[in-house]
């Protein structure tokens, strides 16, 4: 039971390139998210899929997309990044509704130069 | 006022020490309160969450005060591995699952 993996751990692009960063959960969850966390910022919710066939923005969706696969899998789509999008993007799962636990992957560290 | 609001720390204190946390929160519709726990460079991760009636944990106390929007963890008997960021969470503005995470309160226990 991995529980919830990410790839790549750390990535470094340069500005204009794009990148997909990858999710997957084992814990049958309905529910997933992608966050980033900055210094002094804390982590903001960028996209999220309440459920397999959905996916809603967030506080900070602006040049990202998303795509919910399939159960499992909730990809983060860079189209033409930018060095403000440097950061650690974490993805979490949970089952339905906000009074469940959210378990975090481990993280991408992500340089835009 | 911002949605969570923290004070950043660090809070330093010497092991077996008795530290409490605090948090405000804007939103008076929420209905889920958490803390949860952060190593340095690490995932968060659920450490309680926090019932109107106050909850206990072993060393970890949270209360949470609805009238104030105010939430407290209290740990009781530092240890060394207590050392860690705390983010207090609550439910998101945005969507039924969301959560809105506080930037955190940096605990440092030294021996």
């Known amino acids: 039971n991995a529980g919830v993996t990410q790839t790549p751990k750390f990535q470094v692009l340069k500005t204009g390139q794009s990148m997909t960063l990858q999710c997957a959960q084992d814990?049958?969850?309905?529910?997933m998210y992608w966050y980033r966390q900055d210094p002094g910022m804390g982590l903001r919710l960028i996209y999220y899929?309440?459920?397999?066939?959905?996916?809603d923005k967030g506080e900070v969706p602006n040049g990202y997309n998303v795509s919910r696969l399939n159960k499992r899998e909730f990809s983060l789509r860079l189209e033409s990044a930018a060095p403000s999008q440097t950061s650690v993007y974490f993805c979490?799962?949970?089952?339905?509704?906000?009074?469940?636990?959210?378990?975090f992957g481990p993280g991408t560290r992500l340089t835009v130069l | 006022r911002k949605e969570v609001e923290q004070d950043p720390g660090p809070f330093n204190v010497p092991e077996g020490a008795t530290v409490a946390f605090n948090c405000t929160y804007s939103?008076?519709?929420?209905?889920?309160f958490f803390w949860y726990r952060q190593d340095c460079r690490k995932e968060p991760k659920l450490l309680m969450s926090?019932?109107?009636s106050g909850n206990e944990d072993g060393r970890f106390t949270a209360q949470l005060n609805r009238a104030s929007q105010y939430i407290s963890l209290l740990i009781r008997d530092s240890k060394l591995s207590d050392s860690a960021t705390y983010l207090c969470?609550?439910?998101?503005?945005?969507?039924?699952?969301?959560?809105?995470f506080g930037k955190g309160t940096m605990l440092l226990v030294s021996p």
């Open positions: 899929s309440a459920s397999e066939g959905t996916t």
């Open positions: 979490a799962s949970s089952y339905t509704g906000s009074y469940n636990e959210q378990f």
């Open positions: 814990m049958n969850h309905n529910s």
């Open positions: 969470v609550v439910t998101g503005r945005v969507g039924y699952s969301t959560l809105t």
């Open positions: 939103n008076s519709a929420s209905q889920s």
């Open positions: 926090v019932y109107s």
